[in-house]
């Protein structure tokens, strides 16, 4: 049982390349979430999804989009990279919006 | 949408003592507080949480305190420890929205 697992760990892109964080939850959960954050700033939602085919914007989603490819996957995709993206991105997911997040282990990206 | 404040944002205690970290709240409508501990590199993990129905609740050392009039809850360590060091989230959520968290406190407990 491996919980919410996102890859990559670490990423380093240049200004302008596009990239997909993957994340996935065996824990059979309705809700995932991508927040980033940034020192000083908390965890920001970026993302979430309620349940398969669901998407709808959080605090911070501009220069990005996702997927809900299915219950299990939740996908970040950064079209065209800024360096005020970089930051760590983590993705969670909850049975339901008020209930426990479990989160994964985070992906560091630096944009250059 | 739901705005949760965190104070302070910085805290050091003295190994023993008590540490006392406090939130606010918007959104009357939100049920359910978690407090999320994350350690140097490592994810946030939950700690403890309440809901809209309890005032308060207690596991070993850790302990919250939710006020719903006030729209304030908060998270209380007691015999604080070097393993307590850590940056603490709180967050809020109803049934119909996400968790929204604060911005953190670093927590240092000095030996």
């Known amino acids: 049982n491996a919980g919410v697992t996102q890859t990559p760990k670490f990423q380093v892109l240049k200004t302008g390349q596009s990239m997909t964080l993957q994340c996935a939850q065996d824990?059979?959960?309705?809700?995932m979430y991508w927040y980033r954050q940034d020192p000083g700033m908390g965890l920001r939602l970026i993302y979430y999804?309620?349940?398969?085919?669901?998407?709808d914007k959080g605090e911070v989603p501009n220069g990005y989009n996702v997927s809900r490819l299915n219950k299990r996957e939740f996908s970040l995709r950064l079209e065209s990279a800024a360096p005020s993206q970089t930051s760590v991105y983590f993705c969670a997911s909850s049975a339901n919006w008020n209930t426990e997040a479990f989160f994964g282990q985070g992906t560091r990206l630096t944009v250059v | 949408g739901e705005n949760v404040e965190q104070h302070p944002s910085t805290l050091s205690v003295q190994e023993g003592d008590s540490a006392v970290i406090k939130c606010t709240y918007s959104d009357s409508a939100s049920n359910y507080f978690p407090w999320y501990k994350q350690e140097l590199g490592k994810r946030p993990q939950l700690i403890i949480d309440i809901r809209s129905n309890v005032g308060e609740k207690k596991d070993q050392r850790i302990a919250v305190t939710l006020n719903k009039t006030a729209k304030h809850f908060s998270l209380h360590i007691t015999e604080t420890q070097p393993e307590d060091s850590a940056v603490y989230f709180c967050a809020a959520a109803s049934g119909n929205t996400p968790l929204v968290f604060g911005k953190g406190t670093r927590l240092s407990v000095i030996a």
């Open positions: 824990m059979n959960h309705n809700s």
């Open positions: 999804s309620a349940s398969e085919g669901t998407t």
